[in-house]
């Protein structure tokens, strides 16, 4: 399944290649792509359980910059 989400808060393309870096790290994330000029986020992840991996992504993201917010679109 993929999700888009807006992410708002990041500072530069550097930051968000590191996040997109850190995000595809995390257990069941297929695929991570951020742009930084168009402030969005795509994720590939397995459906069902996708709660669970967004909790996941949001707690990296905070980690990572803990400026940042993402929203669903």
Excluded at 26 to 34: S, W
């Amino acid at each position: 399944m993929k999700s888009k989400f807006k992410i708002k808060g990041l500072d530069c393309a550097n930051c968000a290649a590191e996040l997109e870096r850190a995000i595809q790290k995390v257990e069941g994330i297929e695929n991570a792509t951020i742009s930084f000029m168009t402030e969005k986020m795509e994720l590939e992840f397995d459906e069902s359980q996708k709660e669970e991996i967004i909790n996941r992504v949001k707690k990296v993201i905070k980690k990572e910059e803990p400026d940042v917010t993402i929203e669903e679109i």
